[in-house]
T-cell receptor
C-alpha cells in the first residue's frame, strides 16, 4: 500500500532556530497537506499544497510540493515554544482518504 | 459554530468485547471519516461516510463497521476486540467529501486489555 516516509522522527532544537522536515513517497499524490497535533487533540491543518512545485507560506511556516509529486517539505522559521508538537505530512492519492506519515516530534529548549 | 465532538474520550475494554464510538460532526458538514492512530504513528484511514452511505474504506477487517445518521453524526463499531485495536480513534468531518476541509475531533482513546 501507499506509505509516506517522514523525517526526522524527532527534533530537539533551541528556541529561535529554524526547523526543516520532509516527507517522501513511492506514489504520486494530487495534494500534500501538513498538520500539527498537540497532546490530547486531533490534527490541525497548517498548509495545503495543490500543484507540483507550489511553494506556500502561512506565517512562519513554508511548505513545498515536490516537482515529482512524490515529496514535500515543511520549514518553520524562528521557532517559539508553542511550535512544540507532532507534525504530520499527509498525501491525498485521489480516493476518499488521506495517507499520513509517521510524524516528526518537535521539542524546543527555551 | 461547534466543532467535532467525540465520545467517550477514554475507554477500556476486554479482548473479545464489542465497542461503539460516537462522533458529532461540525455544523454544516455532511461527511464523516474515521481514522485509527496507534501510539507513535500517523492516523490510518478506516472509512468515510457521506449522506449515510459508506463512501470509501481502508485496509481494515469487516469487524470494523460504521453508521451515519440523518443528522450526519456517526458511529464506529468494532467487534471481537483485539489487543492491537488499542489506539486513538479520530473522527473528521467535512463538507461534500472534501478532504482538505477536514475538522478533526480530539479522539477516543481505546485500550484493549
Amino acid at each position: 500500500g501507499q506509505q509516506l516516509n517522514q523525517s526526522p522522527q524527532s527534533m530537539f532544537i533551541q528556541e529561535g532556530e529554524d526547523v526543516s522536515m520532509n516527507c517522501t513517497s513511492s506514489s504520486i499524490f494530487n495534494t500534500w497537506l501538513w498538520y500539527k497535533q498537540d497532546p490530547g487533540e486531533g490534527p490541525v491543518l497548517l498548509i495545503a499544497l495543490y500543484k507540483a512545485g507550489e511553494l506556500t507560506s502561512n506565517g512562519r511556516l513554508t511548505a513545498q510540493f515536490g516537482i515529482t509529486r512524490k515529496d514535500s517539505f515543511l520549514n518553520i522559521s524562528a521557532s517559539i515554544p508553542s511550535d512544540v508538537g507532532i507534525y504530520f505530512c499527509a498525501g491525498h492519492p485521489g480516493a476518499q482518504k488521506l495517507v499520513f506519515g509517521q510524524g516528526t516530534r518537535l521539542t524546543i529548549n527555551p | 459554530e461547534t466543532g467535532v465532538t467525540q465520545s467517550p474520550t477514554h475507554l477500556i475494554k476486554t479482548r473479545g468485547q464489542q465497542v461503539t464510538l460516537r462522533c458529532s460532526s461540525q455544523s454544516g458538514h455532511n461527511t464523516v471519516s474515521w481514522y485509527q492512530q496507534a501510539l507513535g504513528q500517523g492516523p490510518q484511514f478506516i472509512f468515510q461516510y457521506y449522506r449515510e452511505e459508506e463512501n470509501g474504506r481502508g485496509n481494515f477487517p469487516p469487524r470494523f463497521s460504521g453508521l451515519q445518521f440523518p443528522n450526519y453524526s456517526s458511529e464506529l463499531n468494532v467487534n471481537a476486540l483485539e489487543l492491537d485495536d488499542s489506539a486513538l480513534y479520530l473522527c473528521a468531518s467535512s463538507s461534500d467529501r472534501d478532504i482538505v476541509g477536514y475538522t478533526f475531533g480530539s479522539g477516543t482513546r481505546l485500550t484493549v486489555v
